[in-house]
C-alpha cells in the first residue's frame, strides 16, 4: 500500500494505490492553503478506502520544481510518515507524472508548471520505446520563450492559463496542446511511478532528500 502526495504548485493531489489499483485519487485547487488541507485530505482518503495508517508500506511525493512552500509541505508530510512508520519514501520529479500521463507519440514533448511570476518550468521529453524519457534539465521559460524555442512538432502539456493556451495554439501548425485534462497532474501516475521505483529498490533517505527549485534570472 502506497501513499502519494503532490503539493508542487496550487494543484495538489494525493493517491492511494495497491500495485493492482488506485484505491482513490483527490486533485483540487489549493490557494495558498497546503499547511490546513494537506493533512485531512490525507486523512480522509485513507477513511475512504477503509486504510489504516498502519497499513502504508511506503510513501511518495512529487519533489518539484515547484512552490517553496508547497514542496516544502508536501516533503514534510511524507517524511514524517516515513520516519514514525520505518517505511520507504520515494521521490519522484514533479513533471515525470505528468509525462506518465501522455500518450506516447513520434514527436518531442514539452511538460510545464507553474513558476510564479507568471513563468513556467519546462521539462523537455522524448518518446522512448515503452514511455517519455526526460531529456536535459528543466528550463524557467514564458509562455512567449516557450513558443519561440519551438521549432518541429512537439506535444505541450501541464499547468497552462487561457492566455497562455491561445498564445501557444498560434503555432498550431506544431505546437500540439493537450487538452485540460490530459495536462492535470495525476497523483495515481506518481503513485504508479514510485511503485516501480521502491520495487526496483530505487528508495530516498528521508533525512537527505531535498525538493527541486529552480531559480529565476
Excluded at 99 to 108: D, E, G, K, S
Excluded at 181 to 186: N, P
Aim: overall charge positive; glycine content about 6%.
Amino acid at each position: 500500500m502506497l501513499l502519494a502526495v503532490d503539493t508542487s504548485t496550487r494543484a495538489v493531489g494525493v493517491a492511494l494505490y495497491d500495485g493492482a489499483q488506485i484505491l482513490s485519487e483527490s486533485i483540487w485547487t489549493s490557494h495558498d492553503f497546503h499547511t490546513v488541507e494537506l493533512a485531512p485530505a490525507v486523512r480522509s482518503t485513507l477513511e475512504r478506502s477503509r486504510v489504516d495508517v498502519k497499513d502504508l508500506q511506503a510513501v511518495a511525493a512529487a519533489i518539484g520544481p515547484g512552490s517553496f512552500t508547497g514542496l516544502r509541505i508536501g516533503l514534510a508530510l511524507v517524511k514524517g510518515l516515513a520516519l514514525v512508520r520505518h517505511i520507504p519514501l520515494i521521490g519522484v520529479p514533479s513533471l515525470d507524472p505528468l509525462a506518465a500521463a501522455q500518450p506516447l507519440l513520434a514527436i518531442p514533448m514539452a511538460a510545464v508548471l507553474r513558476a510564479g511570476r507568471g513563468r513556467l518550468a519546462v521539462g523537455w521529453y522524448r518518446p522512448g520505446s515503452k514511455s517519455w524519457e526526460a531529456t536535459g534539465k528543466t528550463e524557467i521559460a514564458t509562455a512567449e520563450e516557450l513558443a519561440e524555442r519551438i521549432q518541429e512538432p512537439t506535444r505541450v502539456c501541464g499547468e497552462l492559463n487561457a492566455e497562455e493556451r491561445r498564445l501557444l495554439a498560434r503555432k498550431r501548425k506544431i505546437i500540439r496542446l493537450a487538452s485540460p485534462a490530459y495536462s492535470l497532474r495525476r497523483p495515481s501516475f506518481l503513485a504508479e511511478l514510485a511503485w516501480r521505483r521502491w520495487r526496483t529498490g530505487q528508495v530516498d533517505d528521508p533525512a537527505t532528500l531535498s525538493p527541486i527549485y529552480l531559480h529565476h534570472n
